[in-house]
């Protein structure tokens, strides 16, 4: 019998069957996750976030996991499977246990995200997809209005999000609304629509219904959560442990991570001062970086530039690692450079379908009004997105469906163990040799630096810990220490670090992932390396790394022992 990747192959297990059935019915639970990962049927819908809605939700996730805790693995493969199953869908249920997934808003990630990020995943290529829109448009304001009643009944429950994040969210969504004036997001999705009279006004008046409803959801945040949202940042410890839990998939220990976080923070930097001297002797850090970004070589003019930039930086990131240092599946290949059509969503990746006739995307916002980008930052930023970072992991992964089930190649998603691949991959174009370019391992350092101090920062805030003294301008975290501390540490336009800031606190939990998630992959290579002497094959260990599919970091660690 052919094996692929050390599990033989075979007719779907009753995990198999399980798994691939609760795709179905997540899908329909959670209607943007199916365009998300593109099932379809479900586009036209939005996900039920009232009271009601997250009981059935969380009751869904309930009897899936308690079946599958019930059955017998029939081999290794449906042991990985398992662990990761109960893993995932426990950590999703304990924040609903908790309340919190009911509760959830804030300026980065959170449900009303999703009301205007989910347009970019939906097809506008045929009048039926313009139907399709038109359709999930008209349905906006009645879903906003079930999630303001979840949250109303969340609060009088006691769980509410921090009143700087109910300002910022509520501002968020005035903004995609926009004004007579100055046209929104949904007006101008619209607007140009190659679709008959009829259907064209379907969809205008769609538009202005959708933006009238996210004005009113904006109200409402005000006038009702706003009064009955605290005023302190801080999640306090044990929130913070349910919350780190769901994000790495792994128990740590968050006074030796904090800790572990201030020593990666300082080497980081001592490396940055010494690549400063070759690109600017005696200017230091700022002016190596003041030098780089006067370089007119390393700047790119207008939006059409910088994605046709990002497209071919992508492309020549994958054929230069394909066969060499990773075996890539043809359709893993194909990935898309894009830009967002509104500001201040970040840099962020969107997977392919499972047919992959949508592609993996790479998404970049830039700030409003602003066309113009230096390449030196973001050269390590499409190899975090792309090859061999998310792209490839993710769309390894949906590849192998004779390995993997459904629901571990579309739904299993640990953002601990994807985002520190993706920075784990960063780092290891450097070692590769794809960064020698002084200005762009300056860049990948940076980057570094930034997901270093996340995690002092986010930790320390959320927990209230000690600062070292002289790390930062202050012996306790608060807003104005934390914003002077990403003004030390993050080489941004001060807006950025102000959203950067922001994402933490509405986010707890998240933000340090990806340097943890690079730590667990390092000191697991090691001990691989330690075990195999001279047999140690890095493109092997990769291999070992991505068949595995995502897991959480404590599991994905126990895995790769055995290897």
């Not at 019915?25 to 199916?34: D, G, I, K, L, R």
Request: glycine residues 8%.
């Amino acid at each position: 019998m052919r094996r692929v990747t050390g599990f033989p192959l075979r007719p779907p297990s009753p995990l198999d069957q399980l798994a691939d059935g609760f795709v179905e019915s997540y899908a329909a639970s959670q209607p943007t996750v199916a365009t998300y990962i593109g099932v379809r049927g479900h586009d036209d819908r939005w996900p039920d976030l009232s009271t009601d809605g997250h009981a059935a939700h969380a009751d869904l996730l309930r009897r899936t996991r308690a079946r599958a805790e019930a059955m017998e693995p029939v081999d290794r493969r449906d042991e990985v499977a398992r662990s990761a199953m109960l893993e995932r869908l426990g950590a999703e249920l304990d924040r609903y246990d908790a309340g919190y997934a009911q509760a959830e808003l804030n300026t980065i990630s959170s449900p009303l995200q999703e009301f205007r990020e989910t347009f970019d995943l939906m097809p506008t290529e045929a009048e039926e997809d313009w139907t399709t829109v038109a359709v999930r448009l008209a349905a906006m304001p009645a879903a906003l209005l079930g999630y303001a009643r979840g949250l109303d009944d969340a609060a009088d429950r006691g769980r509410v999000s921090a009143a700087r994040q109910v300002r910022l969210a509520a501002e968020r969504a005035r903004q995609w609304a926009g004004t007579d004036e100055r046209p929104g997001f949904f007006t101008r999705l619209v607007r140009d629509a190659p679709v008959a009279t009829s259907l064209g006004r379907d969809l205008a008046d769609a538009a202005e219904r959708a933006s009238g409803a996210l004005h009113g959801f904006a109200g409402h945040l005000e006038r009702v959560l706003l009064p009955l949202a605290p005023e302190t940042d801080a999640v306090g410890r044990d929130r913070y442990v349910l919350e780190s839990r769901f994000h790495t998939g792994a128990r740590l220990d968050l006074d030796e991570t904090y800790d572990w976080g201030w020593a990666e923070l300082a080497r980081i930097v001592a490396e940055k001062e010494r690549l400063a001297e070759e690109i600017a002797p005696g200017q230091g850090v700022a002016g190596a970086m003041a030098a780089l970004d006067a370089d007119p070589a390393r700047m790119i003019h207008g939006r059409d530039a910088l994605q046709a930039w990002l497209q071919e930086t992508a492309d020549r990131a994958v054929a230069a690692l394909d066969g060499v240092h990773f075996e890539i599946p043809e359709p893993v290949r194909r990935i898309e450079g894009r830009l967002t059509p509104t500001s201040g969503e970040g840099v962020y990746y969107s997977a392919p379908t499972e047919d992959f006739s949508r592609p993996g995307r790479m998404w970049w916002s830039l700030p409003e009004g602003v066309d113009d980008m230096t390449t030196w930052r973001e050269t390590t930023t499409v190899f975090h997105e792309g090859v061999p970072g998310h792209h490839l992991q993710i769309g390894q992964a949906l590849h192998d469906a004779d390995r993997l089930n459904r629901w571990q190649r579309l739904l299993c998603w640990c953002s601990g163990s994807a985002e520190g691949w993706a920075l784990y991959a960063e780092r290891l174009m450097g070692e590769l040799g794809f960064l020698a370019d002084p200005g762009d391992r300056m860049g990948m350092l940076d980057a570094q630096e930034l997901r270093a101090a996340r995690v002092v920062l986010d930790i320390g805030l959320h927990l209230d810990l000690p600062i070292p003294a002289g790390a930062a301008a202050g012996s306790r975290w608060s807003y104005d220490v934390a914003l002077a501390f990403l003004r030390r540490h993050v080489s941004m336009d001060d807006a950025m670090r102000v959203d950067e800031l922001h994402r933490y606190l509405g986010w707890p939990g998240q933000a340090p992932v990806y340097k943890v998630g690079e730590r667990v992959l390092l000191t697991c290579r090691e001990e691989a390396r330690r075990r195999g002497g001279d047999a140690f094959d890095l493109k092997q260990w990769h291999r070992s790394v991505l068949q595995l599919g995502q897991l959480g970091l404590d599991p994905l660690a126990a895995e790769l022992a055995r290897s």
